[in-house]
């Protein structure tokens, strides 16, 4: 067994790390985790060597660390860290084309009864592919990547990417078991209910 050193440190989110440095092992976790149970500590410990040595990761020790950071406390202070020490720099509504501010208050008197909570709405800068958009929880914001702002992008494309990130805000994560339910029965059924669904899917496959 090499030399161990595992220290707490403040990571802008739960994140857990380990590496080899000159035959020493460095762990460091996330300080969100100081006063962990020790069956906790014990499932870190085995995910990260597990990962470190590349083995299996064990189904009960997984469910463990899961359960725990998925618990209200720990969702709640990871929310607020992620607000406080996060550098994520948020863009305006308002883009070339499409301005999602509309776009929001368009969907949500269609969708949502005008009744829907107003997050931030906000361009991703630079126009990333591989994320069109997303929810994020810590900064109450609904992002949408700038490739969608385009005169050549159909409205209802836009329209539905925001739908689907609303969705996100009405339905949030939940926990069942071990696992996490992103996208749940209530989120699905509500998603089939967007108009140009099937126009949609299409586009993004060319996109």
């Known amino acids: 067994m090499p030399e161990l050193n595992v220290e707490f440190f403040a990571f ?30 014990r499932a870190i410990a085995h995910i990260l060597l597990a ?6 990761v064990e189904r009960e020790p997984a469910a463990r660390y899961r359960r725990y950071i998925s618990g209200h406390d720990i969702t709640q202070k990871a929310h607020l860290v992620r607000q406080m020490r996060g550098r994520k720099r948020l863009d305006s509504a308002q883009g070339r084309t499409y301005d999602l501010e509309a776009v929001f208050e368009d969907l949500n008197s269609r969708f949502f009864h005008g009744l829907l909570a107003r997050p931030q709405r906000t361009w991703i800068r630079g126009r990333a592919r591989n994320h069109l958009g997303h929810y994020d929880p810590a900064h109450n ?67």
């Open 51 to 56: 990962k470190m040595y590349r083995k299996a």
């Open 12 to 41: 802008a989110s739960i994140k857990n790390t380990i590496r080899m440095r000159q035959g020493k092992l460095l762990v460091r976790l996330s300080d969100l985790l100081e006063g962990a149970p020790e069956p906790v500590l």
């Open 141 to 207: 914001a609904i992002v949408v990547s700038r490739i969608f702002d385009h005169p050549r992008v159909p409205q209802y494309a836009v329209d539905y990417i925001v739908y689907h990130e609303m969705l996100h805000l009405k339905h949030p994560v939940k926990l069942r078991g071990s696992r996490r339910c992103v996208h749940s029965t209530e989120f699905q059924t509500e998603e089939k209910l967007f108009p140009q669904l099937e126009e949609v899917k299409r586009f993004l496959m060319e996109l």
